[in-house]
């Protein structure tokens, strides 16, 4: 289960994401990106980022703290800012808190060097998940203290959008190609074999009932098709299951992709990157 903490400040927004989410200090006195279930994209953009923020974790990839946030919508009332106003006062209960890095920047592939082995094992991460959100766009990955991390992952599992098609053809979101054409780590020599030999053996039922059992059961219920949240996170574990073991169908893309990577779009790095990154991060 995720750590719980309770809101006890709301510092600023962060307009970087559609989302609107939130700096807010906690009852223990840490400090958390708080994504509000009131928002726009709705509570499914939570559970995705539970799910596959802990899938990662357990594969060994760096991903700040998750934890559940309580908030009072009282919160809000002395802010000035209308839409902030309006957010708080519709996400009352639970939100989802990650970890503040203060500090940390913006991943930079030009300015730092991933390495093969880490890039790889992302790129297969996405993959797996269906991320299409770690493009050199808008690469969703910070460095802090020398070490990478994977944030946002909202974007993932999209086949909840739709249990209904999800639940009629389970193969759909299995067999699916996954597009890596604009993935920022796609040239960066990523190690793909080197990665599906070191994770996907890792992607047992045990990690991934893990992963989904951190959900809430406030943000899985009333869901049309199942009896309860029980049911919906076993119907997760089915469809990650047999995308795992469909990979040869969106694996070997992901390899076409970075071996034509130079061809399809050229990334200049500087001559002398100030560091090679830090991975695993240090503890």
Request: proline fraction near 8%; aromatic fraction near 8%; hydrophobic fraction near 45%.
């Amino acid at each position: 289960m995720l750590r719980h903490v309770t809101a006890i400040r709301y510092v600023t927004p962060l307009r970087e994401g559609g989302s609107l989410p939130g700096l807010m200090e906690a009852d223990d006195l840490g400090t958390y990106v708080v994504k509000f279930h009131g928002a726009g994209q709705g509570r499914k953009v939570l559970v995705a980022e539970i799910i596959s923020g802990e899938l990662a974790r357990g594969l060994g990839l760096p991903v700040p703290e998750l934890t559940t946030v309580d908030l009072d919508p009282e919160l809000g009332r002395a802010e000035p800012d209308q839409e902030v106003q309006e957010l708080l006062r519709n996400s009352p209960g639970l939100n989802l808190g990650l970890d503040f890095l203060p500090g940390a920047l913006d991943f930079d592939p030009v300015a730092f060097s991933p390495g093969p082995e880490f890039a790889g094992r992302v790129l297969w991460f996405d993959g797996l998940v269906g991320n299409v959100d770690r493009s050199w766009r808008n690469t969703n990955m910070l460095l802090w203290h020398r070490s990478p991390y994977l944030i946002d992952h909202g974007a993932t599992l999209i086949f909840h959008h739709n249990w209904a098609g999800a639940l009629a053809n389970p193969a759909a979101f299995a067999t699916r190609a996954y597009d890596a054409a604009d993935h920022v780590l796609l040239t960066a020599g990523p190690d793909l074999d080197a990665a599906d030999t070191e994770l996907a053996h890792l992607v047992t039922g045990e990690l991934l009932g893990a992963a989904v059992a951190a959900v809430p059961d406030a943000w899985l219920a009333g869901e049309l098709g199942f009896d309860g949240p029980d049911e919906v996170r076993e119907a997760y574990v089915r469809q990650l299951t047999a995308r795992l073991d469909a990979r040869d169908a969106w694996l070997p893309g992901i390899r076409a992709a970075a071996a034509g990577a130079d061809g399809n779009r050229q990334v200049t790095r500087a001559p002398n990157p100030p560091f090679t990154l830090t991975w695993p991060p240090r503890s």
